[in-house]
C-alpha cells in the first residue's frame, strides 16, 4: 500500500510491464485485497485492480521489462519506488 501513498513517499514509480497478472495481483494487495483471495480473478477483482492501476498511473514514469533495469533506475534515481516482479 506503500507504493500508492505518493503524498507520505512522494517520486516516480516503477512497475513490471511483461506479465500484466503481476501489476493486477500487486494493485489488489494495495486494494486490500488479501493474498489468499487475489485468485480465482474475477470480473470484478479485475475491475478493482484496473481502478487502483489507475490512482497510480500518474506517478508510475516507466513500465520495466528486464530484472537489471528496475533496479538501474532505482540507482539512476529516475525511480523513487518500484515494484519487482512476483514471479517466483
Do not use: C
Request: charged fraction near 25%; avoid cysteine.
Amino acid at each position: 500500500m506503500d507504493f500508492w501513498d505518493v503524498k507520505t513517499f512522494p517520486g516516480p514509480r516503477g512497475l513490471f510491464a511483461v506479465v500484466g497478472k503481476h501489476a493486477l495481483q500487486f494493485a489488489l494487495l494495495a486494494a486490500g485485497v488479501a493474498h489468499r483471495d487475489i485468485w480465482r480473478l474475477t470480473d470484478d477483482k479485475i475491475d478493482r485492480a484496473f481502478e487502483k492501476l489507475n490512482e497510480i498511473r500518474p506517478h508510475v514514469t516507466k513500465w520495466w521489462t528486464a530484472g537489471g533495469e528496475a533496479p538501474q533506475l532505482l540507482i539512476n534515481r529516475e525511480y523513487a519506488m518500484t515494484a519487482r516482479s512476483m514471479a517466483g
